[in-house]
DNA sequence: GGACGTTTTTGACTTTTGTCAACAGACCGG
DNA sequence: CCGGTCTGTTGACAAAAGTCAAAAACGTCC
């Protein structure tokens, strides 16, 4: 539970009562690559962070698989239209490497925003930052062409391009995957 | 003061000290069309209500402003990172028509977050909210081409399209104004 | 109502990116 | 170690969108 803790710590101080009620409501498990935590069509009912290894969000458009994007260790995963709507999910989250993972159910989690006030701070500051975060990558789909888009992504997350399948990235980077191996092959 | 409260308590109830104290730490003003409230370059120290009107977030690239959102009656406006994080912002918010709008200074806001526990939670469910719009937006912008990122904003937003300009609304679409009218032309 | 500045439209052309198809490499299971 | 599947690369071509430049439409201020 220690790297569950100190994830969020650093968000907020955790008091005793809501630790205590933390450990209790807190799953934690081991999960192989190809795992589907969330599929399309289902309701979001659990918020995970991830302790090891990788996993992505994606959506289906057009019969194509749409990478929204991609978590590592320490990263919250969960579709946040779903879980915070209570309904059905438009995305999937899919394991992509063997993982570890702590989780907590909604109506847990609602328990916990309810009765510690750190932890809804804690929910809160993580949504900021995650908004922030998605912003900067909306600007980058918005303005960028092909070309500063995969550099952007290689300075700022350099491990999506060392983990990721080609497909994945080239989906998330918003162009085909015949641009991004042109691009990555210097053309 | 009214319109500022209702716009609030759809997400949570307000109790009787919650609302003392906003109403200490609430400004109300009406400012004309041109106005700036937020320079990029500066901290963004206040969060915005729009009571009335209209305003826009935009980025300068490469000399060209690029808008990132547009804000109606009833919506929150500020820049989330630098709000956040209390560095100098990257965008500029600029209002597009004369409005009336609530503020909240940053200091203040912190102490009604941590004195009041439903008010975190508002705060929270904002922040929530406009993640998923934001998500929604930037999987328009990852996978449609921009005839279907056009017609998708007409059919969510039309108001954008009868209040805002053409080229702020390219630029939010992501494609140049000369194509944004061409496609409005039906061509 | 005319003249100015701003915004929008239009046309010609270029560049970027996508699509389709074939091929090469890597990876895996038997 | 072989065959098959999945993943990435390359080429030829097509489609989408950008750029530049000019003209038209619109607003508004005297």
Redesign the pocket.
Known sequence: MKPFFDAFRQYAPIGEAAQADLIRMVAHESVPKGTVLLQAGQVCSRLYLLEAGMARGYYLHDGKELTSWFAFEGDVMLSMHSFTTRRPAFETIEILENSSLYSIEYEHLQYLYAHHAEISTIGRLLSEKYYVELEEHTLALQVM???ARYERLLAQQPQVLQRA???HIASYL??????L??I??KR
Chains 1, 2 share one sequence.
């Open positions: 062409p092909a070309k399948q080609l497909s918003g162009m085909s995957q015949e641009t191996s042109r990555r092959g």
